[in-house]
Nanobody, 125 residues
Framework: QLHLVESGGGLAQPGGSLTLSCQAPRFTLDGSAIGWFRQAPGKEREAISCISGTGGTRIYADSVKGRFTISRDNAKNTVYLQMNSLKPEDTAIYYC??????????????????WGQGTQVTVSS
């Protein structure tokens, strides 16, 4: 069964940093677009950032532009989300998802077929 595994979440202070990782133990991420999404309590799921299979296209939500960076290391079969200057409103469960295609699909969650279980990010002093 195809599944993704997120890690790196935790508690951070406002202004702090965390790096999330997305891995696939049983299949390759190479050539597939990967997206990061988040969902806070009582809110709809939000697209944060997506990267194409080749890494040539990266999309960011306005809410995280300039603070978050998505990257991928195909040799390690891992996609990262570096999060800097964290704010309390970044608190949410963060999910990574895989698309069957190289293109980012507009970074829309309905374009991504395989999802991880999520990792909690809490930003609080």
């Amino acid at each position: 069964q195809l599944h993704l595994v997120e890690s790196g979440g935790g508690l951070a202070q406002p202004g702090g940093s965390l790096t999330l990782s997305c891995q696939a133990p049983r299949f390759t991420l190479d050539g597939s677009a990967i997206g990061w999404f988040r969902q806070a309590p009582g809110k709809e799921r939000e697209a944060i950032s997506c990267i194409s299979g080749t890494g040539g296209t990266r999309i960011y939500a306005d809410s995280v532009k300039g603070r978050f960076t998505i990257s991928r290391d195909n040799a390690k079969n891992t996609v990262y989300l570096q999060m800097n200057s964290l704010k309390p409103e970044d608190t949410a469960i963060y999910y990574c998802a895989k698309r069957r295609f190289n293109g980012v699909g507009g970074c829309r969650s309905d374009q991504y077929e395989y999802w991880g279980q999520g990792t909690q990010v809490t930003v609080s002093s």
